[in-house]
């Protein structure tokens, strides 16, 4: 059982900057999928970031240019610094591996099979 744990998420004003971090408990950040998504109220999750094994990276059109995803393998752990944050970026934020692929990672939430806890970012408007 692979667990993913996300330290507390924050409030930060429009146009601040947050980095995302989240520990995998075994060797798959080097091995498999690993993404960012996120959820607000009423809607379905959405994807925003991939990196797989070989660190090849794909951003959704809403974060590009904003938001960076990173790995470190030899500490198991996953990255994400968002800058230039909107109020619209307000949402629960989840990181996620997918243990069924090791490239080609897709945004599709429902091919992630283990999930991070979430934590909440807050960017008031």
């Known amino acids: 059982q692979v667990q993913l744990v996300e330290p507390g998420g924050g409030s930060v004003q429009a146009g601040g900057s947050l980095r995302r971090s989240c520990a995998v408990s075994?060797?798959?950040?080097?091995?498999?999928?690993m993404g960012w998504f996120r959820q607000t109220r009423g809607k379905e999750r959405e994807g925003l970031a991939t990196?797989?094994?070989?660190?090849?990276?794909i951003y959704a059109d809403s974060v590009k240019g904003r938001f960076t995803i990173s790995k470190d393998s030899d500490k198991n752990t996953l990255y994400l610094q968002m800058t230039g944050l909107k109020p619209e970026d307000t949402a629960m934020y989840y990181c996620?591996?997918?243990?069924?692929?090791?490239?080609?990672?897709?945004?599709?939430?429902?091919?992630?099979?283990?999930w991070g806890q979430g934590t909440q970012v807050t960017v008031p408007s």
């Open positions: 990196i797989d094994h070989a660190a090849n990276i």
């Open positions: 075994e060797y798959t950040v080097g091995k498999h999928c």
């Open positions: 996620a591996t997918d243990t069924s692929r090791s490239w080609y990672c897709t945004m599709d939430a429902t091919q992630y099979n283990y």
